[in-house]
């Protein structure tokens, strides 16, 4: 149930889009104490995107699990921010991250839901 769903203006090659979502998708299970078979990841780079009246290298990122409390929000945006400086040379002041802590009875899988 965990998902993270990143945007950014940087250019990532198909063997360098792998090796990020394997890292966000293992970083994410960690951080949020969740299974890895129930994380998603979808990233996009090469948006065409401005942040601050800049077209700078930036990332948007919303990140989404059941019973997400603010002290892991907060962890994973200094983890994020971190991955992507070392991955995509990302300044973490030209990041945002969305976090959506969503009810169980609200995210569905396999023909039902969590709750």
Do not use: H
Request: glycine content about 6%.
């Amino acid at each position: 149930m965990p998902f993270i769903k990143l945007r950014t203006n940087v250019t990532i090659d198909s063997d360098k889009t792998s090796n990020l979502m394997s890292d966000l998708s293992q970083l994410l299970a960690s951080e949020t104490a969740k299974p890895e078979r129930y994380v998603m990841i979808d990233v996009k780079g090469d948006r065409n995107m401005m942040f601050g009246g800049s077209t700078e290298p930036l990332a948007f990122i919303e990140c989404k699990s059941i019973g997400l409390s603010t002290a892991q929000a907060k962890s994973l945006s200094k983890s994020i921010s971190e991955l992507l400086g070392a991955r995509l040379q990302l300044s973490a002041e030209r990041i945002y991250i969305e976090f959506s802590n969503c009810p169980a009875e609200y995210w569905g899988w396999n023909g039902s839901t969590f709750g």
